[in-house]
């Protein structure tokens, strides 16, 4: 969720019929998506979901696929940047959402790296991105190469 910008795109771009998991761990980040959703027409396809993306299994009902999915790394934006997305929980989340993934359906992972702890994630998420087989799986890299103080790296997958 974080200050709730993705989830608001995503509750856009699925339609009436759709709908959009969104996770943090920190209340503020909660509120902050509740109210960007407020009095929008949008409200109604999202569920805020109180807890890590490592979770999700528990809150997904069997049989549900994912069309799509964003991970915007790193800490909440003007708040402590001590609490930070983590290698370990951020490769469950993406063994447990690949698992629901439909063909053809992708992930977004935008890693920021210039934190403590970033360098770690994004060299998880690498790794993680780059033994993914390609007889399943069409992974990307894509990456500022003119710009100064670790600009964002994004990776995609998308399944065969
Ligand atoms: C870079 S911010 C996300 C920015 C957000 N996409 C936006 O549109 O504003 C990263 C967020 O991940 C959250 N976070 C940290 N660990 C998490 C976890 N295990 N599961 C879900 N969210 C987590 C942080 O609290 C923080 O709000």
Redesign the pocket.
């Known amino acids: ?7 608001l795109f995503m509750a856009e771009c699925v339609g009436k019929t759709g709908l959009v998991y969104a ?4 209340a503020q ?1 909660i509120e ?1 998506t509740k109210a960007r959703l407020t009095d929008t027409p949008f409200e109604q396809r999202v569920q805020l979901i109180f ?4 979770n999700l299994a528990l809150y997904l009902p069997k049989g549900i696929t994912i069309k799509a999915a ?1 991970f ?6 003007k ?1 402590d940047k001590s ?4 290698p370990n ?2 490769k469950k ?1 993406l063994d447990a959402l690949l698992e629901r993934l439909e063909p053809k359906g992708r992930v977004v992972l935008v890693a ?1 790296y210039g934190h403590e702890g970033g360098e770690a994630e994004l060299s998880t998420v690498r790794h993680y991105c780059e033994q993914l087989p390609q007889e399943r799986y069409n992974v990307l890299n894509y990456q500022f190469i003119n710009q100064k103080n670790q600009p964002p790296i994004l990776f995609c997958i998308e399944k065969k």
């Open positions: 969720m974080g200050n709730g910008h993705d989830t996770f943090d761990i920190q980040a902050a807890d890590g993306h490592q964003i915007n790394l790193g800490y909440l934006p708040s609490i930070i997305t983590l929980t951020t989340a920021y």
